[in-house]
């Protein structure tokens, strides 16, 4: 099992995509660029937000964070993949708003993905859909919103996806979903097609990042902390996602 990081690291087997603001080899601290340390290449591109430390702030009005050039790579478009983030959230939301911690393709069309943070009676909750059709929009199945730790605190919110959605929240297993399909929906079947976007992280949506539907309406920025995101081309056992979590947590105070 490959792993980098301190004492306690973190699985790198699959690994193709991380991102982390307080990795100087993934960001020096300065500039909207923040380089990939998985085996797929490549980097983000912070629209807007900006340094705090060792995280990246987003204020909620246009921040966001787009994987150039995501729509295009085949490493970075997996039929199977575990998703991974830490993020602090700011209470800034009315009940009923809704941002993407991680997204890719459009619901208006067919394929793609949304792993959504809600406001809902006060408290910050989490769910991940992804589509079964390459055809039909707004055609997914999902796990349902979970409750975080909260607002102002890091989360990390781990979704694994191929013949089920698992929805892990702080290294607890909190539901597993089944699919009508193993794979991932991208476009009409095949990246780059029909509403495909690039992967898109602390957003709106991944087809409209920076949508602000108001304290009335559903579809918000995100407003808050970045710390680090990663994806895998495989699916993450319970154990390494623990081991990853575990790694991880005494840098965000859990």
Partial sequence: MGTFGGAQPIVTDGLVFAVDAANYQSYPGSGTTINNMGSAGGDASVVNGG???????????????????SVTSTPLSPSQATFSIWFRANDTYSDGNTCSLISRGNYNTSGGFFIHMTKSSGECKVDARFSYSTTNSYSFESTGYYFTNGWGV????????????KLYINGELKKTTSRSVSNIIYGNGTINTNGDTNLAILSSLGYAPTLDQGAGGTWRPYNGDFGSMSMYNRILSPQEVLQNYNALKGRFGL
């Fill in 51 to 69: 340094p705090s430390g060792n995280i990246i702030s987003l204020d909620g009005t246009n921040d966001w964070i787009g994987v150039n050039n």
């Fill in 154 to 165: 890091w989360n990390n919110v781990i979704v694994s996806v191929g013949s089920e959605i």
